[in-house]
């Protein structure tokens, strides 16, 4: 078998609208195409000895088994392949139930699609699932667990840490979208402006001074000292030489610490002589130049959370220990403490295991055991010097018996140190009596406290302390989103695009928009090329000053990743016209219909979809869309808009000369077409389309007519504001439009335009593009022998694949078959082919370059305006 291609879905996409998180592999079965399982003998049975969990798959059958009786009776690799890749993602401590597996068309090959938590792990799992069926059909030995336990490893380094995750978690509970900023943990919460931002356990919030506080142990300690917060007696040591000062002026048993260590790095506690103290201090250097050297409380080790200067909870800790049985040695019960179910690799479980390292010998060192010691009945053995729940530790929650004295000492901590999520670290006998009767102390102030602990303690009731962070960033009436408006179709998005943002600019909006020659925040362009993917969308997603996004979003993205939202006010949809098929296995325009319908089924359920009436699969879209829609027609009798508008329903329709807003009965005119620059006097039918569109969309979001219509006026089709489309420069003796248009759907707009257009001469200036059917290519060249007196074929861009020969041949079938008669050349570079047809022109020329890159032809042509202009 082999892997032809993995894509990786990161939003609503082809496949699934709600799952965002998907792999898409296009495999190829080769000759297992002609052995379904079924004729694999003994496949089935070795599929269930090493993979007894696949019990569960209910498949199509939906029923306990379900898949296993899909096996017996045959089916095919492909969907062998979607289970597996479940299957072990699941072993694997990521719990992904969601596949299908399609064929694309064409004889052996599939896509595999299936969910993942973790992306790479879901790229690996794809390539192992692969490995693991074809050791399966040779009947080959497969070390599965060796591939279990690297995934395992990789969720661990790419999975957000439990307090990051809980964050995130209950963002997506309130629909509150976020984008991963980094590999770690950078998360921003919200789009554009009503972003914050936040890592691990501090947010855009938290104070650098607060932070910086907190890291220093000993200025923490003075500042709490100072407002009668019981603290921990002790000094601030740089040198070996000051440790027998502390002994003297401490007095045993002590606690070593660095100054500005965490996470229990570099700690020593109930350290009882001499020597112990030198080595402890030796170990604290090692994480800091100042080391803090405390009296060792006896008590307990409670961790106490304040968030937004409230107290929120609290949990005793306890370090990795086991209590032994008389007959067995600590490695044994270690071994049988790591059975615990409720423990496992890293933060997948409750607890963590407990792993035999240098910090556990040392800690039974002092104890003078080892590994293989048999530890007395009942006895309590413990293996780390600190608390932490990644070493094994345990936690209790005891957040509902703290006493309201200790409660407002937390909270008053909180603003001492300035913290706005703050974890305190208190050595007492309990929290249940004030820290004045009990004798407890604060032993530091943590900035960035893990939340894992309260999550998920061993023993009592879990919190979910991510809550109070959201209703901090978020409090009532903030908003977390900005409008979004997005764009698709097969012509007609980007001057939609420009147009919508021009209105919304107009308005007063800081727009951020994505086009296919570039992505601009307000006038400006920030990136130039085709950015209408999922990653233009998040770049202006991640503009902290962008209040209103307007969104190109082409098929290509679409099922190259999803898209780079997960929901929008209003999409658009300008046309679907069979163009790009074949390519991605999208052979049908139905097909096509349904990568576009994406952008359809992505709008809020109170938002609009604003569709073609006139476009047989935009109807078509419209039928199974969620939410409400709005309908645009140069027809005001279209059927579909007369019903609509029976109904109450909105649309934009053209009649008696004006862009008019239709709603129910009533009629609003917007503007007539003739003061609306980019329809060229009304001359240029797909424009009036793509003014009703963005006229539409603005309107349901609800700009106003007024401001509506000023913009439509003062929207003027230039090199500038409409790069490529229909960009017209008049020079002394011929004109020259540059115009996109690169499918047969826009060579008949040109045509329909051109008809229009008096001249004498007409030259066109084509090219075609490798990646389209032949005959779709053949095609532009009959649709230009209609429109053109001559041909300049030109083919220096976007072989995509093919020759250049081969294109050029394929453009002049097109043009012999419609008119043998024609005249026609080829000149294969672009900017060749534009000076040679100014060679030519004649007074009254009207010269149209269908340029693929339109940023080449508009220079060419302005640099020859300039001279001629220098000529006077």
């Not at 603003?415 to 249940?432: E, V, W, Y």
């Not at 602990?453 to 962070?469: D, I, K, W």
């Not at 929008?568 to 319908?597: F, R, W, Y």
């Not at 082919?833 to 890159?853: E, Q, Y």
């Amino acid at each position: 078998m082999k892997i032809l291609d993995i894509k990786t879905m990161r939003g609503p996409n082809y496949w699934s609208i709600r799952r965002k998180k998907l792999i898409v592999m296009r495999l190829d079965i080769e000759d297992l195409e002609e052995k379904p399982t079924n004729k694999i003998d003994g496949f089935l049975e070795r599929l269930q000895l090493m993979f007894p969990g696949m019990i569960e798959h209910r498949c199509s059958e939906n029923v306990k088994g379900g898949f296993f009786l899909r096996v017996r009776e045959g089916t095919w690799m492909g969907h062998v392949i979607e289970h597996i890749a479940l299957e072990i993602q699941t072993l694997a401590g990521m719990d992904c139930g969601f596949g299908r597996t399609r064929t694309t068309g064409q004889p052996g090959i599939y896509n595999v699609v299936f969910s993942y938590m973790e992306e790479k792990v879901g790229v690996y799992a794809a390539k192992a699932a692969v490995r693991i069926a074809e050791a399966l059909v040779s009947g080959e030995h497969y070390n599965l667990e060796e591939d279990i336990h690297t995934m395992r490893e990789m969720r661990e380094r790419e999975r957000f840490g439990p307090s990051t995750g809980s964050i995130v978690d209950e963002a997506i509970a309130r629909d509150i979208p976020y984008i991963r900023l980094n590999n770690q943990s950078l998360v921003q919460l919200g789009y554009g402006k009503n972003q914050v931002r936040f890592r691990a356990t501090m947010t855009e919030r938290t104070s650098s001074i607060a932070v910086d506080l907190a890291s220093n142990k000993d200025e923490t300690k003075r500042l709490l000292g100072e407002a009668a917060i019981p603290v921990a007696k002790g000094l601030c040591i740089s040198t070996l030489e000051e440790v027998q000062t502390c002994i003297d002026q401490v007095g045993f048993p002590l606690v070593f610490k660095p100054l500005d260590g965490n996470h229990g790095k570099g700690a020593s506690i109930n350290v009882k002589t001499k020597e112990d103290a030198e080595s402890a201090f030796h170990h604290a250097k090692t994480y800091s130049r100042k080391i803090i050297v405390e009296k060792f409380i006896s008590g307990f080790d409670f961790r106490v959370l304040v968030i937004d200067h409230k107290f929120i909870a609290a949990a005793l800790r306890e370090p990795a220990h086991v209590i032994g049985n008389g007959t067995s040695t600590i490695e044994y019960l270690i071994g049988a403490e790591n059975s615990d179910p409720r423990r496992g690799f890293g933060h997948e479980n409750v607890l963590t295991e407990i792993a035999i390292d240098r910090e556990t010998s040392e800690q039974l060192a002092k104890l003078n055991y080892t590994l293989e010691t048999i530890l007395p009945k009942g006895e309590k053995c413990y293996l780390k010097g600190t608390a932490n729940l990644s070493t094994g530790g345990t936690s209790t929650d005891v957040t509902d018996i703290v006493h309201p004295d200790n409660i407002m000492i937390f909270e008053r901590i909180s603003r001492i140190i300035g913290l706005d999520i703050c974890g305190i670290d208190i050595m007492a006998t309990n929290l249940s009596e004030p820290l004045s009767v009990s004798g407890g102390v604060v032993l530091e102030v943590n900035a960035a406290p893990g939340f894992r602990m309260h999550l998920a303690p061993a023993n009592g009731l879990p919190r979910n302390v991510a809550a109070p962070v959201l209703d901090m960033l978020y409090p009532p009436g903030k908003s977390f989103r900005i409008p979004i408006i997005a764009i698709t179709g097969t012509n007609g998005k980007t001057t939609t695009t420009r147009l919508i943002a021009h209105i919304a600019k107009g308005i007063g909006y800081h727009v951020g928009y994505t086009t296919s020659d570039g992505i601009y925040v307000g006038n400006s362009m920030m990136l130039k090329g085709d950015t209408t993917g999922p990653f233009s969308a998040e770049f202006i997603l991640k503009d902290p000053t962008v209040d209103f996004a307007v969104l190109e979003t082409a098929r290509g993205g679409i099922l190259r990743a999803g898209l780079g939202f997960g929901q929008c006010d209003v999409a658009v949809v300008t046309n679907i016209q069979p163009d790009h098929l074949g390519l991605s296995d999208i052979h049908t325009v139905e097909q096509m219909a349904k990568v576009k319908g994406v952008v359809v089924e992505s709008v809020k359920p109170n938002g609009y979809a604003v569709l073609n009436a006139d476009n047989a699969q935009c109807i078509s879209i419209g039928k199974n869309a969620s939410c409400q829609l709005a309908w645009f027609s140069l027809d005001e009798n279209n059927p579909m808009v007369v019903e609509h508008c029976k109904k109450g329903g909105t649309a934009a329709i053209y009649e008696n000369g004006y862009i008019t807003i239709k709603k129910g009965d009533w009629k609003f005119r917007v503007e007539k077409v003739s003061k609306v620059p980019i329809t060229f006097g009304g001359r240029v039918t797909f424009m009036i389309y793509n003014a009703m569109a963005a006229t539409l969309a603005s309107y349901v979001y609800g700009f106003k007519i007024d401001d509506i219509r000023t913009s439509l006026e003062t929207f003027i089709p230039s090199a500038a504001q409409t790069p490529g489309r229909m960009n017209i420069f008049n020079f002394k003796d011929y004109t020259v439009m540059i115009d996109f248009a690169h499918n047969s759907d826009g060579f008949r707009g040109i045509k329909e335009f051109l008809s229009t257009v008096d001249s004498p001469y007409k030259i066109g200036i084509i090219t075609g593009t490798g990646d389209r059917r032949d005959d779709d290519i053949r095609d532009l060249g009959r649709i230009s022998s209609e429109m053109f007196d001559h041909i300049i074929i030109r083919q220096d861009k976007f072989l995509r694949g093919r020759e250049a020969e081969d294109i050029v041949r394929l453009l002049v079938e097109g043009i012999k078959e419609k008119k043998p008669e024609q005249s026609y050349e080829y000149i294969p570079k672009e900017i060749e082919a534009l000076k040679h047809a100014f060679t030519m022109a004649k007074p009254g020329t009207f010269i149209t370059a269908l340029s693929d890159v339109i940023d080449n032809a508009i220079d060419v042509v302005e640099t020859y305006m300039e001279e001629e202009l220098a000529k006077g």
